[in-house]
């Protein structure tokens, strides 16, 4: 909105690290028409120059992988360790979707009288919504296969953390990818998202964000058939069977909800553990959150900044009342620091069933795998999750029976760039990452060719 801004604030600190101009209706839709005039060229640039120009910028990123971790570490509130490993992963997934602009196939189908064969069209432009807890990670996520089907994009970054979003579109441009393919506008969601969403011109918005707004996005895009992919909220489950290797299940546990603070859609946010080694476990994962580093981002030794902005903290505490199991410690003076928190809860606690969104972890003890199973599916959401145990059969059984998009064994890792992430029930639908994500980046068509 011509004249207005807005600031843009470094959450370990309270400083204003940038002022920004802040677009409104107009500026969208002038984002859109560029993008709109850059389709037709951009589809046509032979796949393998595109796979290049895509793998200019993977490489670009590596190049500028320090100041984009700076950027990213100050307007998040992120450790610098944690923020570049997230610029190698934007580097990976460039590298990834360059390498499958020609790898994302037709196919012939047997058909009698003629050929049947289909394609795999771009579907023109692309409106990307991106929140604040991992945004050029998310933002890549799908940039990467939208580009390589051929689409041209608008990205909306979150108002809260856009500076990494900006200095990527200006590698983009380094990298040779032609003006209009990739605009940023930064704005508010309700305005700058809310017009993306309605707009036209606009032929699928990938959003990633809240099940609220994803539901109001679902609403939004029917007006126009517009496509969409909802990456939403999370209450996953960390199951610990009694068989597993209790230590390295206990050690491993903090950082599945506490990375990032906890501000993570696959946050192991309901620990689960066979009641008859339930307080053996407690014990030992106590002592492993005690040894969380929570401290300046900036410091190589942090494990843990703060969170997000002071609206959301008040949001976090509202989760913790009376005396929690383990309350862990915050640096004195500015920064919206919150504690590594532990609470011993039922399943039908409000901390068990919201997306708490911070450094808040629910114990919760169960009697044997079949209430695991039921416990662990007892929530609208559907994400991620794990399994510990030493039992192959069992840990299969249970990944089977869960209603969650992505399990990991053993681990409590959830993403790599060639494997399909996202999730069932209301944490969305649609698959990023992989190439699964090209599918939702183009559309297919199918030509029947009469040879009698
Ligand atoms: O998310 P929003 P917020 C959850 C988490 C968190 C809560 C609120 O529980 O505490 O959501 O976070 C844009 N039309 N997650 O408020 O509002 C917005 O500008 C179109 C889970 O930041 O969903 C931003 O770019 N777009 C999650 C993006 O949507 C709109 C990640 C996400 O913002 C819009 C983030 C509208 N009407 C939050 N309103 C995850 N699963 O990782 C807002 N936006």
Redo the contacts with the bound molecule.
């Keep these: 909105m011509p004249g207005m801004t807005f600031a843009v604030v470094n959450p370990a600190t309270e400083e204003t690290i940038a002022q920004l101009d802040e677009a409104g209706v107009e500026e969208t839709d002038t984002a859109v028409a560029r993008a709109t005039e850059a389709f037709p060229a951009w589809r046509a640039v032979a796949p393998l120059d595109r796979a290049r120009l895509l793998r200019r910028l993977a490489t670009l990123v590596e190049e500028h992988a320090e100041e984009l971790a700076r950027i990213e570490s100050q307007n998040v509130g992120k450790p610098i360790g944690g923020a570049r490993a997230e610029v190698a992963m934007v580097a990976q997934v460039f590298h990834f979707y360059a390498g499958a602009v020609d790898k994302h196939h037709g196919q012939t189908i047997p058909v009698a009288g003629g050929v049947d064969m289909t394609f795999r069209e771009p579907l023109g432009v692309v409106g990307l919504?991106?929140?604040?807890?991992?945004p050029l990670n998310?933002s890549s996520w799908k940039l990467g296969p939208a580009l390589a089907c051929g689409n041209t994009v608008v990205l909306?970054?979150?108002?809260?953390t856009p500076l990494s979003a900006l200095r990527l579109a200006e590698l983009v441009l380094q990298a040779g990818i032609p003006e209009g393919v990739v605009n940023v506008v930064t704005?508010?969601?309700?305005v700058?998202?809310?017009r993306?969403?309605e707009h036209h011109d606009i032929a699928k918005?990938g959003?990633?964000?809240?099940?609220?707004?994803?539901r109001?996005?679902m609403q939004?895009a029917a007006g126009t058939i517009k496509r969409v992919t909802l990456?939403?909220?999370?209450k996953s489950a960390n199951v610990i069977f009694a068989d597993a290797d209790l230590e390295q299940a206990a050690a491993s546990a903090p950082y599945a909800v506490f990375d990032n603070a906890g501000?993570?859609?696959?946050a192991r946010s309901r620990i689960l553990v066979e009641r008859s080694v339930y307080d053996r476990f407690v014990e030992l994962l106590v002592g492993a959150t005690r040894k969380v580093m929570v401290g300046d981002p900036q410091d190589e030794a942090s494990e843990m900044g703060p969170l997000?902005s002071a609206q959301?903290r008040e949001?976090?505490a509202s989760f913790v009342d009376g005396q929690p199991l383990f309350r862990g410690d915050v640096p004195d003076g500015p920064g919206f620091w919150f504690p590594c928190t532990l609470v011993e809860a039922s399943n039908d606690d409000r901390v068990a069933r919201?997306?708490?969104?911070?450094p808040v972890a629910a114990l919760i003890p169960f009697a044997d795998e079949e209430e695991a199973i039921r416990v662990a599916n007892d929530t609208p959401y559907g994400?991620s999750g794990s399994i510990w145990t030493e039992n192959g059969a069992r840990a299969l059984r249970v990944a089977r029976a869960l209603e969650s998009g992505v399990i990991s064994v053993n681990s409590n890792t959830s993403v790599r760039p060639s494997t399909p992430f996202g999730g069932f029930k209301q944490?969305?639908f649609g698959r990023e990452l992989g190439m699964y994500a090209l599918d939702g980046y183009s559309e297919l068509k199918n030509v029947f060719m009469a040879t009698s």
């Design positions: 919504i991106v929140p604040w807890n991992f998310i909306k970054p979150a108002e809260l704005g508010p969601g309700r700058v998202g809310q993306l969403v918005i959003f990633t964000g809240s099940t609220e707004v994803g109001s996005v939004g990456e939403l909220g999370g501000q993570d859609c696959c997000i959301h949001k976090v919201e997306e708490v969104f911070g994400l944490s969305g």
